[in-house]
């Protein structure tokens, strides 16, 4: 079992208060499980947000994290096993993104093109671990996604091409396996107590 770190251990804390103070709630396994996720988003998106005003970036915030979180409840992706680890990486991803300036073409198209490929070849990926799917939503889901992603070929957003760049990295079995090397070969929670979904 891997060491608690410091948003593992707050969650812990956070838990065992609201049980102390409402003995009618979840266990605290399930609350502290929660609070691991509120405290993991809160403090990815603040300290996102926090640099994006002082960058003059706002606006693009608010668009990366409506789509990304939009496109990461429909498609799934891999999961990092670390709350911190998770909550480091979802800062960098949302930074990178909004910060790095590019052209759409050249190298927008092709991380454009790359992204569609992967969309229907591989979403959704992961989700059955989260909510139960039926096989008929998820092509729904992947011709959505697919057509989602399509449509950046006539808006021509870089920052589109970003976003859906770093969502199809996440689905693909390379970046899976990359995450299971770099967590220790722990990959999707399986051998952890309590674990953060990014």
């Known amino acids: 079992m891997r060491k608690a770190n410091v948003i593992d251990r707050a969650a812990v804390r956070l838990a065992e208060f609201i049980k102390a103070n409402n003995p009618q709630s979840a266990s605290v396994e399930v609350l502290t499980y929660s609070s691991i996720i509120a405290i993991n988003t809160i403090l990815a998106l603040l300290i996102s947000l926090i640099a994006c005003i002082i960058t003059g970036n706002t606006t693009n915030f608010f668009i990366v994290v409506a789509i990304f979180t939009l496109l990461r409840f429909l498609t799934g992706g891999v999961h990092l096993t670390s709350s ?51 096989p008929a939503y998820k092509l729904a889901i992947k011709i959505a996604a697919s057509l989602f992603v399509l449509s950046n ?5 870089s920052l589109l091409a970003s976003v859906f760049f770093v969502q199809a990295l996440s689905l693909t079995t390379t970046c899976a396996k990359l995450i299971k090397k770099f967590e220790g070969g722990l990959f999707n929670e399986s051998e952890n107590d309590f674990g953060s979904r990014s």
């Open 84 to 134: 911190l680890t998770c909550c480091i990486a979802t800062i960098v991803c949302f930074l990178a993104i909004i910060h790095l300036k590019f052209d759409f073409l050249y190298l927008g198209l092709v991380l454009n093109a790359f992204s569609l490929y992967i969309f229907i070849l591989r979403a959704p990926s992961g989700i059955d671990e989260i909510r139960e799917v039926k």
């Open 153 to 157: 070929f006539f808006i021509q957003s």
